[in-house]
């Protein structure tokens, strides 16, 4: 097995607590590598790097900045599919999807470079003769990025771009499920150019290394993407700081009794068993119109069953394993519990035979909108059908979830469609497409329990990054007093 080591300050090094972890290729449960363990003084010493490093990038003109995100993009690009097999070993979705994954961080790396020229600020009048107003963006300082394991390179890149781009340093934690990705991802940006210590990478558990991040003062920003329990941790401990929290969901795709069926189910087997259902924008609800339930869960449960298991790398797979044993345990607890709550099991419900962490495709029949099935986020391959009579009771029930990522809508009544728009409690509405297909250049991200209101991704991608400065130059050559003088041209007393 090889052993690998973090990068601080442009160097490869051990953790100071001498223990190592070990990354899984989850279609086999077998070690593929070993990293460090960094704990909190790794962490404090990728800080002390980044910072001393970030006194010099922030100095680096904006559009200079943004060629080396340029060229990143480029050695993205040109090793793809290196970066495809990696994710489809370590992280185990299937290598159709991974290159998907590949390509969402050329995307994202190739529309921030352009950021360099563009940085948008804003101009305004005064109130005041002879005198500009205007607010700037600067830097934020150290950001602390905090990545989960199921988008292994396009995670890392949609915040390590625009945090670099912005002239940030930084410390990247990636989940120990898929260091490997990331030590890659950070290699390629040392070779397009970005200087020693701008960014480093800390390998290790959360509890430890991410906490430190989290609570060291010395970052300014933090940036998190993963589960909500760890979310509201972090909101509850990180002291004054930026904060952009991207956290589960609870996905819904509704089906009227107007649909394309067949369309629909293109889109729900996507959306429920794509990446094993292990995306954050994944539907584990589908909410049926009655008229037409019984006809799609036979559509649904027929497609399912041939959907083949397999590990990533393999063409032929459709749906690669869970990224560990405890998902695997995890979803299946939760078929248990949908039986218990008297949910109907229409096809899977249980792991498949053989090595590796894989989980058959499952559909749940006759789920209502308060089970924990149709409640809770369980990040696997399992559906839970929701029977209502109309337009206003499926979004009622689309909303009836703490969460607000994704939702989408299949329907010919254009009235229905604006329906959804208007009133879907989510950051993200498709109409007659699935849940998932989020494309760089506009907004990403959710409301109520999936977030604290950033957005990745778009024009908004660089307001988590920077800080807005207000400059007023005053050229009248007069002390003016802003609510105390007159207005130019009012007539004085
Ligand atoms: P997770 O267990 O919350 O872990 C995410 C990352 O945070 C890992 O690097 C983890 O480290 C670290 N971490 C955990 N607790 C921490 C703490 N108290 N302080 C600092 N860091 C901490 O989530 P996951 O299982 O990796 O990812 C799945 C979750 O991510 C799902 O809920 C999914 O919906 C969500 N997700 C959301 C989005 C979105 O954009 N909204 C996108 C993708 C995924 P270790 O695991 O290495 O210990």
């Given at each position: 097995m090889k052993k690998f080591k973090m990068l601080v300050g442009g160097k490869l090094v051990s953790s100071n607590s001498g223990k190592t972890f070990v990354s899984l290729n989850p279609a086999t449960g077998k070690p593929l590598a070993s990293f460090p363990s960094g704990n909190e003084s790794d962490a404090r010493r990728a800080i002390d790097a980044a910072e001393k490093a970030g006194e010099k990038w922030k100095k680096v003109p904006p559009p200079k900045r943004g060629m080396v995100l340029l060229r990143f993009s480029q050695l993205l690009r040109q090793h793809k599919e290196e970066l495809a097999r990696l994710i489809a070993t370590e992280m185990g979705k299937v290598i159709a999807e991974s290159r998907g994954d590949v390509q969402e961080a050329i995307d994202m790396a190739e529309y921030i470079a352009g950021e360099g020229r563009r940085l948008f600020s804003f101009t305004t009048t005064s109130e005041l003769g002879n005198k500009f107003a205007m607010a700037i963006r600067v830097p934020v300082g150290v950001c602390g990025l905090i990545t989960p394991w199921n988008f292994p390179v396009a995670i890392p890149v949609w915040k390590l771009a625009p945090a670099l781009v912005c002239g940030n340093s930084v410390v990247l934690k990636p989940s120990s499920d898929t260091p490997l990705c990331a030590l890659r991802v950070v290699q390629l940006l040392r070779e397009a150019g970005?200087?020693?210590?701008?960014v480093n990478l800390v390998t290790g558990s959360g509890s430890a290394a991410g906490k430190e991040l989290v609570v060291n003062?010395?970052?300014r920003a933090v940036s998190f993407t993963g589960s909500k329990e760890a979310g509201l941790w972090i909101a509850r401990n990180a002291g004054i700081k930026k904060l952009g929290l991207e956290l589960g969901g609870k996905n819904a795709v509704i089906i009227m009794d107007d649909a394309d069926l067949n369309l629909a189910l293109e889109g729900v087997l996507w959306a429920a068993f794509g990446t094993s259902g292990q995306r954050c924008t994944a539907a584990s609800r589908v909410i049926i119109h009655e008229k037409v339930e019984k006809k799609f869960e036979k559509m649904l449960v027929g497609k399912a069953k041939k959907l083949r298991l397999g590990a990533?790398?393999?063409?032929?797979?459709?749906v690669g394993p869970l990224i560990n044993r405890a998902a695997l345990e995890k979803v299946h607890r939760y078929t248990e519990i949908g039986l218990s709550e008297g949910a109907k099991l229409l096809c899977g419900g249980a792991p498949a035979k053989g090595r590796g962490f894989f989980y058959k495709p499952t559909v749940f029949s006759g789920v209502t909108p308060k089970m924990r099935i149709a409640q809770e986020e369980i990040f696997g391959p399992t559906v839970s059908i929701i029977s209502v009579s109309g337009i206003d009771e499926s979004i009622k029930v689309a909303n009836s979830v703490e969460y607000g990522l994704s939702s989408s809508i299949y329907t010919k009544n254009i009235s229905n469609a604006f329906k959804a728009i208007e009133r879907i409690e989510a950051g993200l509405t498709y109409v007659n497409s699935s849940t998932i297909g989020s494309e760089v250049h506009l907004p990403f991200g959710g409301v109520k329990h999936t977030g604290n209101g950033a957005r990745e991704g778009g024009w908004t991608a660089v307001e988590e990054f920077s800080e807005l400065k207000t400059v007023y130059v005053d050229y009248s050559g007069k002390l003016q007093k802003a609510q105390i003088d007159e207005f130019e041209g009012k007539k004085k007393k």
């Open positions: 970005v200087p020693d210590g701008v003062e010395r970052v990533g790398a393999n063409p032929s797979s459709d």
